[in-house]
Every structure is written in C-alpha cells, then in structure tokens.
C-alpha cells in the first residue's frame, strides 16, 4: 500500500534551518508530484510547495519563495523539504502529501495520500 | 480575511445529516475543482472528496460534496460518532498560484 514516511521531531533555534524528509514506497515514486503542506497549532493547513518527482522541477508558494527548497532523491524514493532563517511562527506540524490528478483533468488534483506529519518546534 | 471561508463550527445529533459550506471566489472554487479533508485529532489529514463530488475507495457513501459557482457544501448523512472531526475545503487558487484551505470546521456530534 502507499506510505509516505517522515523524518522525526525537530527543534531547532531561530535563524536555523531544518531539512524534513518524506520516504514514498507502494508505488512508482515518479509517477506521481509531492507537496508540503504544514499547520501551526490551531490553524488550517497552509500549502508550501511540490515537486516533480520526474524531472525534479518545483514549484513554491510565494509566502516562502526563498526559503523553502524542496529536492527527492530518486533512490531511495525521498523527497526532502528544506526551510531557512527559522522563526517562531515556523513551529507547526510539517507534512508531505501525494498529488493524484492533473491540471485540466475534470476532477483536477487533490492529495490522496499523507506523511504522518513531523513536527518542527523554533525556540530559543 | 480567509481564501476560502467555512463555518468555525457544526454539530449535530447521531443519525442526523448535516451539512458544511466552503464559500470562496472566481479564481479558486469558481474555476477549479474542490476537494475535502476529514482531520482527527492529532493525525494527518484524510481524503474525503475529490474533484467536487467524488469519493476516494473506502469513503462511506455518508459523504456526498457539491458546488455551484463560487461556493461547495459537504454533506454528512446518517451522522456517527466517528465523524468527529475538523473538515477542510481545499482548491488551487489561480490568482495566488498556490493551493489554499479554507479555516476549517469543528464537527461535534451530540
């Protein structure tokens, strides 16, 4: 079956960086792009970026453009989200989602499977 | 002020139906599809429907979505007590060119 597993707790000070990673198994790694989605205690879920597991290519939501860095590593199948110059309103729970479905396809594209999540706490 | 806006909260009694709404605008919900995500405490979120009104294998037909123009409702039928949950509206936003969530609803059940 599909599973998405993360890499373990973090904390980390301000002005850090983190590097979260994201095990895929169950299905061809390439075939399908991951997203990182993270929540801060108490709040929706905010988007962060994806990745095309194919060619590498990504893409970032501008409220992190120049942050975030997301890369994979074909082998083994691991996406790895990478966020710089920590602050405390980073601390929130981190998690890598599968996109099915494509751009233009009627029922467009939803994330159908989850990390468990990983939780990244900044403090001083 | 919020992408995509749910109700804070909805409650309602075993057996009940209830129903969730996700209002946004022309550039998110009234050009994209829409999807939804059941929360419980604690874990990851899980799919519940994709593509406004389809259900991934293992959903209960309970669920049922819907959408017309810039706004969707999920619907809960036959309401259990393992419905509770926190429920997201989900959709790209072609504007922001990024994927956004609406604040989330607290489903209590009685």
Redesign the interface.
């Known amino acids: 079956q599909v599973q998405l597993v993360q890499s373990g707790a973090e904390v980390k000070e301000p002005g850090a960086s983190v590097k979260v990673s994201c095990k895929a198994s169950g299905y061809t790694f390439t075939t399908y792009p991951i997203h990182w989605v993270r929540q801060a205690p108490g709040q929706r879920p905010e988007w962060m970026g994806l990745i095309n597991t194919g060619n590498g290519n990504t893409r970032y939501s501008q409220n992190f453009q120049g942050r975030v860095t997301i890369t994979r590593d074909t082998s083994p199948s691991t996406v790895y989200m990478e966020l710089s110059s920590l602050r405390s309103e980073d601390t929130a729970v981190y998690y890598c989602a599968r996109q099915r479905g494509y751009f233009g396809y009627d029922f467009g594209r939803w994330f159908d499977s989850w990390g468990q999540g990983t939780l990244v706490t900044v403090s001083s | 002020q ?1 992408v995509l806006t749910q109700p804070p909260s909805a409650s309602g009694t075993p057996g009940q139906r209830v129903t969730i709404s996700c209002s946004g605008s022309s550039s998110n919900i009234g050009s ?4 939804w ?1 059941q929360q419980l405490p604690g ?5 519940l429907i ?3 009104n ?1 259900r ?1 294998s293992g959903v209960p037909d309970r669920f049922s979505g819907s959408k017309s123009g810039t706004s969707a409702s999920l619907a809960i039928s036959g309401l259990q007590s393992e419905d509770e949950a926190d429920y ?1 509206c ?3 936003d072609d504007s ?9 609803t607290k489903l209590t059940v009685l």
């Open positions: 919020s994209n599809p829409l999807n995500y874990t990851a979120p899980k799919l994709y593509g406004n389809q991934p997201y989900a959709t790209w922001l060119n990024g994927w956004v969530f609406g604040g989330g």
